[in-house]
């Protein structure tokens, strides 16, 4: 959890979003990620799988940012 918002890992390494704590409301943001770590504020930090390092998503934009590449 980042906020107030839910985030979850499916078994497809893709990562969803939930806003409003509803089943409808679950909505994949992106991926394939090995992991995900809630951050503060409104960002999420993940780690890319084959050594890309990691990405942060920002909750306000909806935008990924990679940090860490080889």
């Known amino acids: 959890m980042v906020g107030d918002i839910l985030f979850g ?3 497809n390494g893709r990562v969803y979003m939930n806003r409003d704590g ?3 409301g679950w909505k994949d943001v ?3 990620v090995e992991w ?3 951050g503060t504020g ?3 930090c993940a780690r890319i799988p ?11 934009t909806e935008r990924w940012t990679v940090i860490g590449q080889p």
């Open 9 to 11: 890992l499916g078994a």
């Open 22 to 24: 509803t089943l409808a």
């Open 30 to 32: 992106g991926g394939p």
């Open 36 to 38: 995900i770590h809630g």
């Open 42 to 44: 409104k960002l999420l």
């Open 50 to 60: 084959a050594g890309w390092g990691g990405a942060c998503f920002d909750v306000n």
